[in-house]
T-cell receptor, first 111, second 115 residues
Framework: QKEVEQDPGPLSVPEGAIVSLNCTYS??????FMWYRQYSRKGPELLMY????GNKEDGRFTAQVDKSSKYISLFIRDSQPSDSATYLC???????????FGKGTHLIIQP | DVKVTQSSRYLVKRTGEKVFLECVQDMDHENMFWYRQDPGLGLRLIYF???????EKGDIPEGYSVSREKKERFSLILESASTNQTSMYLC??????????????FGNGTRLTVT
């Protein structure tokens, strides 16, 4: 069983919609959860990280962790065409370098 | 801002050639990483280094080697390039410490095509 599962998409939504991006993980020992954003022809960049369960908000972005379900989510409010990118969840703990990435979800915001 | 620079955006090489991919970071980070990114497979770690002259195998090291002679530079070497090594290669760096409080800073990648 893969340690981190993420639907690759593509996920296409109209501008202004609320977007929900999700990952599931298998190792209940994971404590920290990260989201990276990758624009086309660029490297990934850290968007948000959160610890344990609960929500963390940063502007239009909210990261949510449900440890009981081993489920993490990234919500984007009032989505913009500039949010079009691939979003990767990443979890420290597991993998040779201690960081396990999901495969990424390709998000398209239609103007 | 941290800058991770990869020397080439695009490379085309022939099967059997020895290929060098170079990466330089300007923030005095201890940790450096090489990943490859393929559609449907995501990011996979090839090699990483926690210090000068140190290297550790990642999840897919076969067919690759690395060199870290200076703290700021981490090179990925394809000893004899093969077509299945056609991919996007991403270099990253991070400061020392656990991965949860030392986020990775990525370069913009080198797209390598082996013909």
């Amino acid at each position: 069983q893969k340690e981190v599962e993420q639907d690759p998409g593509p996920l296409s939504v109209p501008e202004g919609a609320i977007v929900s991006l999700n990952c599931t993980y298998s190792n209940s020992a994971f404590q920290y959860f990260m989201w990276y954003r990758q624009y086309s022809r660029k490297g990934p960049e850290l968007l948000m990280y959160t610890y344990s369960s609960g929500n963390k908000e940063d502007g239009r972005f909210t990261a949510q962790v449900d440890k009981s379900s081993k489920y993490i989510s990234l919500f984007i409010r009032d989505s913009q065409p500039s949010d079009s990118a691939t979003y990767l969840c990443a979890i420290p703990g597991g993998g040779a370098d201690g960081l396990t990435f999901g495969k990424g979800t390709h998000l398209i915001i239609q103007p | 801002d941290v800058k991770v620079t990869q020397s080439s955006r695009y490379l085309v090489k022939r099967t059997g050639e020895k290929v060098f991919l170079e990466c330089v970071q300007d923030m005095d980070h201890e940790n450096m990483f090489w990943y490859r990114q393929d559609p449907g497979l995501g990011l996979r770690l090839i090699y990483f280094s926690y210090d000068v002259k140190m290297k550790e195998k990642g999840d897919i090291p076969e067919g690759y080697s690395v060199s870290r002679e200076k703290k700021e530079r981490f090179s990925l070497i394809l000893e004899s390039a093969s077509t299945n090594q056609t991919s996007m290669y991403l270099c990253a760096s991070s400061p020392s410490g656990s991965s949860y409080n030392s986020p990775l800073h990525f370069g913009n990648g080198t797209r390598l095509t082996v013909t």
